[in-house]
């Protein structure tokens, strides 16, 4: 049964363009998803392209670019903004990754930090902690961020990091109006976190979260931006800021030290991939989960999905049990790899695939899986995408973790530190297990497709565990159900919850499906049918999305921003 309507947007504006006869009747036979989805056309343009979550941000990416600056140089002057205007999901207190492509091959950076040295898996569970806290100075890791931005510039870079960083430090001390999604966001972050310290005096001066419209400003941040702007990287992570870190850590019983600070550095890395129908998809390797996109793809490919058609319950089904399968390998089986073997070829390998796809009924939910490789024994996010006129594509995501991070602001500086900590495993032994000077396991992932070769797309889904299940469904409604890149990520989606995680919560009932408004009525009760437990998770949940698609026949960019976010695409 197939519970969607979806037919291409531009056949329907074709057809009333051509006959002059506005059937609303019609049009609404023919919207996607049975009316339950609306979308807008693609932005193109010639010579360069920014999508991020905030159109201040990606307005300041395209001066970047007039002004000579790579995509790169446009990244970072993005994010920068990105990590004032939009501090309930990244900042210089959080972790970020990025997939370059630089005119001939693509380049991976692992920008993420380590676990404190003094802090030891004793400490947990001399406390009788089970698991790591979700706030406070427990879950703090090293932020690598800007030590990313450093190490991308120093490869990529055109423009200097002060010309780069000087929009957010004049827009952080000048002031920004808040815009809608970001504003609800922020006031449920300031409620969960107002008692930390210094939190409420740099995100609630006026005692209140800032509403829509309203100016804010964050001075404080201003200030620590132009020290790195003339200090550079060592600038963050040594000096008056790492002082100011280590100092306000150790009096609030936290673990992160100077020394923490000043002995971390980013990783570059190979991307590796699988072929997807013709098209080679990459993702970054562990830490973070970006393999277990390419598993669910591996697994999907098996099945004919464009016969069964977007939205269908056969569809549904299938993304499901392909996620749970994944998700039970991401669990038990990944890891930091400075501290344990990631089979990543025995994973991404079409037999091992094979193996697991029949594993599948096909009419059936499975309550859980076992991971099909033997263990090993040793939510809110940003993402932003940039092209310049050389050709060179960024792919980039970054986070404080959970919303505003940890709920910890050091004394003067303007910004949270993350919390990424939480997603240690307490129990010794298994590949996320905490260890000091070790990087958690990560949510975060860029992701990037090339085809025949050549640069295809760039892309990434912010939102945690949503993330590898929303790139697989945007590549399967571009490859598969022939959407175009702005119908791609505005159709609704699929959130399966539940799985194992790898703090090493196991899943029981074969956890809960969750539709996006835009599935029909009947899609509920077919796949209640089939045995799955339906959710009913809405709002932000379905996570958020850019992407930019280079067309090699037109010499174009093609860039897309969803309207769950307050984002922008746009070009020049």
Not at 450 to 476: A, R
Request: glycine share 12%; proline share 6%; charged share 20%.
């Amino acid at each position: 049964m197939n519970c969607s309507a979806w037919t291409n947007f531009s056949f329907r504006v074709t057809l009333v363009l051509m006959t002059g006869i506005f059937d609303e009747s019609l049009l609404a036979a023919q919207r996607p998803s049975g009316g339950g989805f609306v979308t807008r056309s693609e932005v193109i343009a010639r010579h360069g392209m920014a999508c991020t979550s905030h159109p201040l941000a990606t307005q300041v990416a395209l001066e970047v670019l007039k002004a000579g600056g790579s995509a790169v140089d446009a990244a970072i002057a993005a994010n920068a903004c990105l990590g004032l205007m939009e501090p309930t999901g990244n900042g210089i207190g959080g972790d970020m990754f990025a997939i370059i492509w630089d005119g001939k091959r693509l380049h991976g950076l692992n920008g993420s930090g380590r676990s404190p040295a003094s802090l030891s898996l004793d400490h947990f569970q001399s406390k009788g902690l089970t698991n790591v806290p979700k706030f406070g100075p427990l879950p703090v890791t090293v932020p690598g961020c800007v030590d990313g931005w450093f190490e991308l510039h120093r490869r990529f870079g055109r423009r200097s990091m002060s010309f780069n960083l000087a929009p957010a430090i004049r827009y952080a001390l000048e002031g920004f109006p808040m815009s809608e999604v970001i504003a609800e966001g922020w006031a449920a972050g300031l409620k969960a976190l107002q008692d930390w310290p210094n939190f409420a005096a740099t995100y609630a001066p006026g005692g209140r979260a800032p509403r829509k419209g309203e100016l804010f400003r964050n001075p404080a941040l201003g200030k620590t931006l132009e020290t790195i702007s003339e200090r550079g990287r060592d600038g963050f992570y040594r000096g008056e800021i790492a002082r100011r870190i280590g100092d306000f850590m150790r009096r609030q019983g936290g673990f992160l030290t100077e020394l923490d600070l000043a002995e971390h550095q980013s990783e570059w890395v190979d991307p590796v991939s699988v072929n997807y129908r013709g098209y080679d998809v990459w993702e970054l390797p562990p830490n973070g989960q970006g393999i277990s996109v390419l598993q669910m793809l591996n697994v999907l490919e098996g099945f004919d999905l464009r016969s069964m058609g977007f939205g269908s319950v056969d569809y549904l089904h299938l993304l499901t049990e392909s996620k749970k399968l994944a998700f039970e390998d991401r669990a038990w089986l990944y890891g930091d790899p400075a501290f344990v073997t990631n089979p990543i070829e025995a994973l991404l390998s079409k037999s091992y695939a094979a193996q697991r796809r029949m594993l599948i009924a096909k009419d059936r939910a499975a309550d859980r899986y076992d991971p099909g490789l033997p263990q090993l024994k040793t939510s809110d996010t940003i993402y932003l995408t940039t092209a310049d006129e050389h050709g060179m594509m960024v792919s980039l995501i970054q986070s404080n973790y959970r919303g505003f991070g940890s709920g910890m602001v050091p004394d003067g500086l303007g910004f949270t530190l993350q919390d990424r900590g939480e997603l240690f495993d307490l129990t010794p032994g298994r590949p996320n297990s905490y260890a000091p000077r070790k990087r958690p396991f990560h949510t975060i992932i860029p992701a990037f497709v090339t085809h025949q070769g050549k640069p295809w797309l760039s892309f990434g889904v912010m939102g945690g565990d949503m993330q590898p299940q929303g790139h697989v469904q945007i590549l399967v409604n571009l490859i598969d159900f022939g959407m175009n890149l702005q119908e791609a990520g505005d159709a609704p989606r699929m959130y399966h919850t539940g799985s194992s995680e790898p703090t090493g919560e196991r899943m029981t009932h074969g956890g809960l499906v969750n539709l996006e408004s835009g599935f029909s009525p009947q899609c509920v009760g077919e796949l209640d049918r089939h045995g799955h437990r339906m959710g009913n998770i809405r709002g932000g949940a379905f996570g958020g999305y850019q992407a930019i698609q280079w067309d090699a026949t037109n010499r174009v960019y093609i860039g897309a921003s969803e309207s769950r976010k307050d984002g922008q695409a746009a070009g020049y």
